[in-house]
């Protein structure tokens, strides 16, 4: 009996861990079909306009979509771009993940044969770093119940560079050197004019 008992809860907490516990990303289906105007290995800036594509693959079975509510695009880390940063690491627990931090558009899910679009204008919030494109499918509850994504399951191809502008200018660069150099001059100027004033005031 109490051994019946303890199976029954353990299977119910594993039900409810399941149901609960955050979604896990190998558990999605690759469903979506996702196209991003940039080109492999094309940089991009701040202001810059991205034109994501988004639909169904059409080569799956009807109904697959039946559960699909809405719908978001998101701009994500490419491998590269997470290297010893933790804070845009990777977790297969989505509640946990950190790959994809940019929400380009959400849309209510629209099932249909026709591609949807919308363009995007890089915002300037958006690190200097290596991306790629994911959409996520959620059903009614909000969960994500399927995805797709501009790049391999790898995350290796179709990846493109956005450069932050708040970088410094080179013109910038150019003028600090020179008030640099100009402080040094200045500075050994005062020195000398004070051991001058010393040795006057010496023989005086
Ligand atoms: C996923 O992360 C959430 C939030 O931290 C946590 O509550 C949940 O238990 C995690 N799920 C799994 C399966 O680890
Ligand atoms: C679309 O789905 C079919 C059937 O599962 C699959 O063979 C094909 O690779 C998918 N296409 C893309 C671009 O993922
Ligand atoms: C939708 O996009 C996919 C992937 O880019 C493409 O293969 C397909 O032809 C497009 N469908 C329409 C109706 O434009």
Known sequence: MASRILVASILVFSLLETCYGGVQFSTLKRTLLINASPKPGELLKAGDMVTVTWGLNQSLPAGIDDEYKNLKVKLCYAPISQKDR??????????????CQFTIVTRPYKASKENQSFKWAIER???????????????????????????????????????????????LDIASVCFSAFSVVSLFGFFFMEKRKAKISQKN
């Open 86 to 99: 933790a804070w845009r690491k990777t977790v297969n627990n989505l509640s946990k993940d950190k790959t």
């Open 125 to 171: 919030d958006v690190p200097t770093a290596t991306y790629f494109v994911r959409a996520y499918a959620y059903n009614s509850a909000g969960e994500e119940v399927a995805f797709g994504q501009t790049t391999d399951s790898k995350k290796t191809t179709y990846l493109f560079d956005i450069q932050a502008i708040t970088g410094r200018h080179p013109s």
